[in-house]
């Protein structure tokens, strides 16, 4: 693998959980938000919200961001111009979330850069009736995500990701064999269990079938199983984020 500066700071950045009371500069801040807003864009559908009361934000991070899917802005844009949206809302609110996504992402990276870190929090989607309150959203604008920002009071292990074969695929997507998916299972679940990441962390997902037996401890528990926990028993209930989305007066009207 080719090493440069820009790459080493991709390959050693970890999320941060832990911050110390240092505030960043204005400076600092501004020039991170700045990056993220040079990302690459569809229309511009990214905005986002800066709060600074580190007892409140996540991790008690000294400054967090509620990064926001904003279509009420181009809306706005497009009212000055006389023109009024057609196309579907819900093409509108894919692009958002990219373009807040890849925004979000180089302020990742801008923030490591200037000897900062941060860690996405994804539950932003299930508090948008808070989020729109505390930050006086608009109607059109989503709450996609939070992250919260600082100076690292922690030095976590680079995580690891699963092995290339089962990640790129060249021309044609393969058949998974099983060989192949406990081969990479391996490597993601080893990985995090040697560096004691679920026992350090004192969390497991409990099972929510209580007739079942649980049979891990933190000593097998891992990457693998706790995913697989959260995709199957984290929000079974689809209307529960349609909910949040209608909140919001997202996606659709017609
Ligand atoms: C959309 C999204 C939501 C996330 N939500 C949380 C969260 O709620 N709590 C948390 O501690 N980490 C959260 N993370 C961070 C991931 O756990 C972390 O990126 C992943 O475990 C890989 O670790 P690394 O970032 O240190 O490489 C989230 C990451 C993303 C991209």
Redesign the pocket.
């Known amino acids: 693998m080719i090493r440069n500066e820009v790459i080493d700071s991709l390959m050693s950045?970890?999320?941060i959980?832990n911050y110390t009371d240092q505030v960043p500069t204005e400076e600092e801040i501004l020039t991170v938000v700045r990056a993220g807003q040079q990302a690459p864009f569809a229309m511009q559908l990214g905005s986002l919200v800066i709060q600074r009361n580190s007892k409140t934000n996540?991790f008690n991070a000294p400054i967090q961001f509620v990064i926001l899917c904003d279509l009420h802005r181009m809306e706005k844009v497009m009212e000055t111009r006389g023109w009024q949206r057609k196309a579907s809302n819900i093409h509108s609110l894919l692009f958002g979330m990219q373009d807040a996504a890849y925004m979000a992402q180089n302020m990742v990276t801008a923030a490591e850069s200037l000897g900062m870190g941060s860690?996405?929090?994804?539950?932003a989607p299930y508090m948008s009736e808070k989020l729109r309150e505390d930050c006086n959203l608009p109607d059109h604008v989503f709450p996609l995500?939070i992250l919260p920002m600082g100076f690292p009071a922690e030095n976590?292990p680079?995580?690891p990701r699963y092995p290339m074969e089962f990640h790129l695929f060249e021309e044609k997507y393969p058949e998974l064999t099983e060989e192949m998916t406990k081969k990479a299972m391996a490597v993601m679940d080893d990985g995090y269990l040697a560096q004691d990441y679920y026992k350090n962390a004192g969390f497991m997902i409990p099972l929510a079938d209580k007739t079942k037996e649980e049979k891990y401890t933190f000593d097998n528990y891992s990457w693998t199983e706790h995913i697989s926990r959260k995709m199957v028993q984290w929000s079974t209930d689809p209307d529960e984020l349609l909910k949040q989305l209608d909140i919001c007066k997202l996606p659709l009207s017609k």
Not at 119 to 123: D, K, L, N, T, V
């Open positions: 950045r970890k999320s959980r996540a860690c996405f929090i994804g539950a995500v976590p680079v995580r």
